[in-house]
C-alpha cells in the first residue's frame, strides 16, 4: 500500500506521527538539558560541538559538520562564539590553506569533567539499558533515513 492511500486509510493523528515523536522528543532534550547548559553558559549545539571535539580533536570544519549533521554555514558561527568563549582554536591547516582544523583549548577540555552532570538517564525514566537499546535504534533509524534519501536523490 502506497503512502498516499495508507493516509486516507489511517488514523492521521498527530501522535501516530514517529516524525513527530522524534521532533517533539528532541525539543524535550533541549528543555531538560537548558537547565545544566545554563550554568556553563552554552547552548545545546555548542555543547555537541564540544562532546564532539573531545571524541575527535584537531577536525576540519567540513568533517566537524558531517559529524554534527550540521552544515558550514551553521557550523561557523558556533564555532567563532566558542572560539571567542575561549573553549577552541581555529587555524588553517598548514598544510592546506583551504581547510580549517578546530582544536579544543584547556578551558575546552576542562569542560568534560562537568559532563557527568549531563547525563539525563535518570529523567529519561529508562534503565541503562533501555537507553542504550533506543540511542542504537534511533541511529539506525537516522542511517537508514539518510541512506534512502541518497538512494532517492541517485534516481
Do not use: H
Request: overall charge positive; charged content about 25%; aromatic content about 8%.
Amino acid at each position: 500500500m502506497k503512502f498516499a492511500e495508507q493516509a486516507k486509510t489511517s488514523n492521521m493523528k498527530l501522535s501516530n506521527f514517529l516524525c513527530f515523536a522524534v521532533y517533539s522528543t528532541n525539543l524535550a532534550f533541549g528543555k531538560a538539558f537548558r537547565p545544566l547548559l545554563k550554568q556553563l553558559g552554552l547552548t545545546y549545539t555548542q555543547y555537541i560541538t564540544i562532546v564532539a571535539l573531545w571524541e575527535d580533536e584537531n577536525l576540519t570544519v567540513g568533517a566537524l559538520g558531517e559529524k554534527l549533521f550540521l552544515e558550514s554555514n551553521t557550523l561557523t558561527p558556533i564555532l567563532k562564539k566558542l572560539e571567542a568563549m575561549g573553549y577552541l582554536l581555529r587555524q588553517r591547516d598548514p598544510e592546506d590553506e583551504r581547510q580549517v582544523r578546530i582544536s579544543l583549548t584547556k578551558s575546552g577540555r576542562k569542560l568534560r569533567e562537568c559532563r557527568n552532570e549531563m547525563g539525563l538517564i535518570d529523567a529519561s525514566g529508562l534503565s541503562q539499558n533501555e537507553f542504550k537499546r533506543l540511542q542504537k535504534a534511533i541511529v539506525k533509524l537516522r542511517s537508514n533515513l539518510i541512506q534512502s534519501t541518497n538512494v532517492q536523490s541517485t534516481r
